[in-house]
């Protein structure tokens, strides 16, 4: 964890990080005042989408 912690400190500091971030913010506050529509025709991110990320637990089956 503390090795994690100082990877980022330092990946923070770098230009490109910091202009990658900003554009995100950027597009996240686009797409929260409603600014964007829903991609068409993207089968492919909604396979992926769909996809489950972990396996069920037992309690769930």
Same mark, same amino acid.
């Given at each position: 964890? *503390?090795? @994690?912690?100082?990877?980022?400190?330092?990946?923070?500091?770098?230009? $490109?990080?910091?202009?990658?971030? $900003?554009?995100?913010?950027?597009?996240?506050?686009?797409?929260?005042? &409603? &600014?964007? !529509?829903?991609?068409? &025709?993207? $089968?492919? $991110?909604?396979?992926?989408?769909?996809?489950?990320?972990?396996?069920? *637990? @037992?309690? !769930?089956?």
């Amino acid at each position: 964890m *503390l090795s @994690a912690s100082a990877t980022m400190t330092v990946i923070a500091t770098k230009p $490109e990080y910091q202009a990658d971030l $900003e554009a995100a913010r950027t597009e996240l506050a686009h797409l929260r005042t &409603g &600014g964007a !529509q829903a991609a068409q &025709g993207c $089968e492919a $991110e909604n396979a992926l989408i769909a996809q489950r990320v972990m396996p069920r *637990l @037992a309690a !769930q089956r």
